[in-house]
């Protein structure tokens, strides 16, 4: 049964806290970061920059925002009309913007991906931390959300760029096997080269809220508990079976609904109670059946009893609870995905923990006992796909994190950073556009990726440990995030210059002491190149451009923020606008 005015919206975990932080800072400028999501706030300094290199950001890397909760319509507004606010200092009560993230979610979610971390001493970049941003703030709906997709490759196909959407949101309503309209709708926009959508995987992963079993005959029940006034579950079984279901209040009272059927509304002592039993034949997307049932005006940890009886054709049913609270005694997590994580044109992913304590308004925090570093989130859901494919695709970061805060959204002091920007969250939602950073730098280096070409590469590359085990498995997929090796194992399609040179970059004293010199070769007719400096975690630590008719460069081992580096090994590349040169290392002595 199928409802597009169903909302799809994440929750922010079990406990209702989210967080998590930025890493592995990046380029990505020639490619798009968008977002689906509850906004983004546009004056934070994170996505602007200083286009005339007057000490000042007055230029937004938001190159367009539609607000679709704004009026019938919803609104839209151009990078010109957010510069035109950012220059006169208006806000979205005063200026032609009038959008705010008062969520806060989505500019967290968009600093984690883009931000450029320039808004504090702390250095909070993102992934990509030059890419072009495209925001959408939705309403939640999949039909809106879908629109907001479209909006964005069509934004993305005029400026001739390709583009990655993150959508750190969903929800487990839905079939679960990447047949649902909303799922097959992303699949079509994730065509062609140069686009690719990540999905959170959710955040269920710690949750009794998915039953399973295999009837030839007879009848398996278990116990559908209430976690507030109102519980709802959707049963899915094969269009060619005929299953009846039943629930049982506490005090006896009973109702049903054989395939094809609906109970109706049935008042009990312990609520009202509903069944709709395929009552609108098979699913038109998989030819499978769904029933869904409800309770209503219930109470807290009511237990229900819910019977599937075999009536003919026997197979598995599979069962999940939809709701933000309610729970099945006995039942687990597997299969948890989110919608549209299951989407088979989907990057899904899930969430490790990277960071256990925090400095904070309120002190310091320390949850290091409940977030061990490296190992899978407990939230972070898990699969299989009903129809048995590996998802999630991989694992990223997503407990704590710190990102961008958006000056419209409130938020508890202990999450809060002393720099009063950024704060703390943790979430698959959070993983999500780590990955999305990702592959903004993979599109950097070759703009004609698909989809298909994204995830081979970053499944192939990922990282495998004594934490991920044998891999691909149901909860961490192909390991863990590495961006660096994927941007190492691709190739870039742009055509060599016509001589086949390419720029060639050495350093003189290996390891370096004090300063680091370097001596390059840029082929004839380069316009720009400058040199980076990686650490071997695929952070960005350093980067300046060099003069194309000089041959050498000094760098006094301090990054871009003016820290001096740590001690260690790290990569360096000439990069410009006729190729790369080979990636060499690097040692800093102590």
Excluded at 88 to 113: C, Q
Excluded at 407 to 424: C, K, T
Aim: net charge negative.
């Amino acid at each position: 049964m199928e409802d597009a005015g169903r909302p799809r919206r994440k929750r922010a975990s079990r406990w209702g806290r989210s967080r998590s932080r930025g890493v592995a800072p990046r380029g990505g400028g020639r490619c798009h970061c968008r977002f689906v999501d509850t906004g983004i706030d546009v004056r934070h300094l994170d996505f602007r920059y200083d286009a005339n290199r007057d000490g000042t950001e007055e230029s937004s890397r938001v190159l367009a925002l539609w607000d679709q909760t704004w009026g019938l319509l919803g609104a839209t507004y151009s990078q010109d009309d957010i510069e035109a606010d950012l220059a006169s200092g208006a806000g979205p009560d005063t200026g032609v913007v009038r959008e705010a993230d008062r969520d806060g979610h989505g500019t967290h979610v968009a600093g984690i991906a883009a931000g450029d971390g320039s808004s504090s001493s702390a250095g909070f970049r993102g992934v990509a931390p030059k890419a072009w941003i495209v925001a959408v703030k939705t309403t939640f709906y999949t039909a809106d959300i879908l629109e907001g997709v479209g909006y964005i490759f069509d934004e993305a196909e005029r400026r001739g760029l390709p583009a990655v959407v993150n959508l750190s949101l969903g929800g487990q309503e839905g079939p679960h096997d990447g047949t649902s309209a909303f799922e097959r709708g992303l699949d079509e926009l994730a065509q062609g080269a140069g686009r690719a959508i990540v999905v959170s995987a959710g955040n269920e992963g710690d949750l009794a809220i998915h039953v399973s079993g295999s009837l030839q005959g007879g009848t398996r029940t278990f116990e559908l508990e209430a976690g507030a006034r109102e519980v709802t579950m959707e049963i899915w079984y094969p269009g060619a079976s005929r299953f009846s279901i039943s629930m049982a209040s506490p005090s006896g009272a009973s109702l049903s609904a054989s395939t094809g059927t609906g109970s109706g509304f049935v008042p009990t002592p312990e609520g009202i109670a509903y069944i709709d039993n395929a009552s609108g034949g098979v699913n038109p997307n998989n030819g499978d059946r769904e029933a869904f049932l409800r309770i209503t005006s219930t109470t807290s940890r009511t237990r229900w009893r819910v019977a599937v009886r075999d009536e003919s054709g026997g197979g598995r049913f599979d069962g999940w609870v939809t709701t933000d609270t309610g729970a099945i005694v006995g039942g687990d997590s597997a299969s948890t995905i989110d919608e549209p994580g299951n989407a088979r044109g989907a990057i899904t992913v899930g969430s490790f923990n990277t960071k256990g304590a925090w400095p904070s308004r309120a002190g310091e925090q320390d949850e290091s006992d409940e977030n061990p570093l490296g190992v899978l989130s407990g939230f972070s859901s898990q699969g299989p796909t009903r129809d048995g494919r590996t998802k999630p695709d991989l694992a990223a970061p997503g407990a704590w994190i710190c990102s961008a805060l958006s000056s419209a959204a409130a938020s508890f002091d202990y999450l809060i950073h002393p720099d009063g920007v950024h704060a703390m969250h943790r979430g698959t939602s959070m993983a999500s556009p780590h990955v999305a950073g990702a592959i903004a730098l993979l599109f950097d280096v070759d703009p004609l990726l698909t989809a298909g070409d994204v995830r081979d590469l970053l499944t192939r590359t990922a990282t495998r440990d004594d934490y991920t085990g044998a891999v691909p498995n149901d909860r961490w997929g192909f390991g863990k995030l590495d961006v660096w090796a994927a941007l190492l194992d691709l190739e870039p399609t742009e055509p060599p210059p016509p001589s086949g040179a390419r720029p060639t970059v050495a350093v003189e004293a290996n390891p370096a002491i004090d300063e680091a010199a370097f001596v390059y070769t840029l082929p004839e007719g380069t316009g720009e190149a400058s040199l980076r400096v990686y650490d071997v975690a695929g952070a960005r630590v350093f980067e300046v451009e060099i003069a194309v008719a000089g041959s050498s460069i000094t760098w006094d081992l301090r990054s871009t923020s003016g820290v001096r580096v740590a001690a260690g090994l790290y990569l360096y590349v000439i990069s410009s606008d006729l190729g790369n040169s080979n990636v060499e290392r690097l040692v800093i002595a102590p």
